[in-house]
């Protein structure tokens, strides 16, 4: 199949966690023979040559480089809000993003064209598609979701692109449900869950050096977590809990607005906490394999917003990891409490505290944790598993546009 993928967010070079998921369903789809473009927003990081089936097609919008603010996980602040100068390139991007589309779809006859996030990318280009004829696929990711139930606008443009689609994806049940309060229909909307590289992501032998680039001692009980510092990954109780655990050492990986009030949190209490900031994808992979537990304590923010399916849950369980995670959103449809994982109430740092302390001295239900959880991810959620969901909805959308 020839696809056209349009997405706002991507890693930008070899080894970045911008949206690393994204190029992940692309490189499944390409290495399963079908050929994928893939329209993005220009960023001066930018630097992807093209791949085996994979090609890029960047969209320049804003006249100087230091303006580029479109996408990247770069529109939201925390997560929550539109940056204000976002507004301001919205049309500039809207306009260079519609005019990329259009080029691509007189320029070659795709099988389907498939937007990530309803809004804004779907939504502006929806008219587009349609016109050309090709099945169209929208995939959901959660903060789309979260300002179209929050903004009447962009609630508008959703339901418009969405009732349009020939398939609708979304990456949990929490989603799936959500997308058709917005007017998804259901016979074309189905839960797929994110896949994970079961093979850079697998247990590893320790690995010494690993800990002292993150600063923790080599005889140190090491609990991971990662992702950008925003109040919906609930980093803040987990600095609570690890000030309440003693015999732990924590890190948190990431970057993002919330770096400084953390920061002050872990002086506060004292915490046994370091904030190395955001590490390489091939250092994640490595430090998640030596964690002797992973922490993923996600909560639904003040303003409602939530993750979808965290991508490093998913990674870790690859690892071979014992997990502790909130049982929220997608959470729960890929740990089974006390099987995988463990599950514990979003933002109860008490519960969270004792998940530790629990791990910390039971080896052995670390171990039969960590096994179970890297063979559900390598029977249920790796890659080609859904590359293949994926192609279901091509199929899905073609068929229905044959009508």
């Known amino acids: 199949m020839r696809l056209l993928h349009l997405t706002s967010s991507y890693p930008k070079h070899p080894g970045d966690v911008t949206a690393p998921f994204i190029e992940e369903i692309a490189r499944a789809l390409a290495a399963r023979g079908h050929r994928v473009d893939v329209v993005l927003p220009h960023h001066p990081d930018l630097r992807r040559p093209d791949e085996p089936n994979l090609r890029f097609f960047p969209y320049r919008y804003a006249p100087r480089d230091e303006w580029s603010r479109w996408g990247y996980a770069q529109s939201l602040e925390s997560d929550v809000r539109v940056r204000p100068e976002v507004y301001a390139l919205a049309p500039r991007a809207a306009i260079a993003m519609r005019r990329a589309v259009a080029e691509r779809l007189e320029a070659e006859r795709y099988d389907a064209v498939h ?190 917003n939530v993750d979808g399916l965290p991508n490093v849950l998913l990674e870790a369980m690859a690892s071979g990891r014992p997990l502790v995670a909130s049982r929220v959103a997608g959470i729960p449809q890929v740990i089974d409490d006390n099987r995988n994982g463990l599950l514990v109430p979003a933002g109860d740092t008490r519960a969270l505290a004792e998940a530790l302390r629990r791990l910390l001295r039971e080896p052995q239900t670390r171990a039969r944790l960590g096994e179970e959880a890297r063979r559900t991810a390598t029977r249920e959620l790796s890659w080609e598993v859904a590359a293949r969901r994926f192609e279901e909805g091509y199929a899905q959308a073609a068929a229905l546009d044959a009508r």
């Open 115 to 304: 937007a990530h996030w309803v809004v804004p990318n779907a939504a502006l280009v929806t008219d587009i598609v349609r016109l050309s004829g090709a099945p169209f696929v929208i995939s959901l990711h959660g903060s789309d979701v979260f300002l179209a139930e929050r903004l009447a606008p962009a609630r508008a443009l959703a339901r418009r692109a969405l009732a349009a689609a020939g398939a609708v994806t979304a990456c949990s049940d929490d989603l799936h449900a959500r997308s058709l309060a917005l007017g998804a229909r259901p016979e074309r909307t189905r839960t797929v869950p994110y896949g994970v590289d079961v093979d850079a992501f697998a247990p590893r032998p320790d690995a010494p050096e690993v800990r002292t680039r993150l600063g923790v001692p080599q005889d140190a009980f090491l609990v991971m977590a990662v992702g950008r510092l925003v109040e919906k990954k609930g980093f803040a109780h987990l600095v609570d809990a690890a000030a309440r655990t003693g015999g732990v050492r924590v890190v948190i990986a990431g970057e993002g607005d919330l770096r400084a009030s953390l920061e002050s949190q872990v002086r506060a209490t004292g915490a046994p906490v370091t904030l190395p900031g955001a590490l390489p994808r091939e250092l994640v992979a490595a430090a998640l394999s030596e964690a002797d537990v992973v922490v993923v304590p996600s909560v639904v923010d003040g303003a409602g």
